[in-house]
Nanobody, 124 residues
């Protein structure tokens, strides 16, 4: 079994916080670059953040920089996305993926296969 499962979403008010988890089963995450993506209703999927397996560098989409933190817990085989100061425009289904191009100017998905994701809803 090789799978990636997102969890931790929910409904919060503006300014609130959530921590999303991306848990791996069937493989070890520490050797993979991991990206977080989101898709809001009527919008295209966009990259949110990624953590690079090559050198550990981290990148954020400009709209979340300073509010979100991506981290890796190798012992738990999990990547997290701590989301603080949430805004209504953060409302989306959030996905994680190992199939990501992760760089300073791009957080791009290299797959068309996605899991169920986890819903984040931020109320005004």
């Amino acid at each position: 079994q090789v799978q990636l499962v997102e969890s931790g979403g929910g409904l919060v008010q503006s300014g609130g916080s959530l921590r999303l988890s991306c848990a791996a089963s069937g493989f070890t995450l520490d050797s993979y670059t991991i990206g977080w993506f989101r898709q809001a209703p009527g919008k295209e999927r966009e990259g949110v953040s990624c953590i690079n397996s090559r050198d550990g560098t981290i990148y954020y989409q400009s709209s979340v920089r300073g509010r979100f933190t991506i981290s890796r817990d190798n012992a738990a085989n999990t990547v997290y996305l701590q989301m603080n100061s949430l805004k209504p425009e953060d409302t989306a289904v959030y996905y994680c993926s190992t199939d990501v191009l992760c760089g300073n100017y791009y957080i791009a998905a290299a797959t068309n296969s996605w899991g169920q994701g986890t819903q984040v809803t931020v109320s005004s």
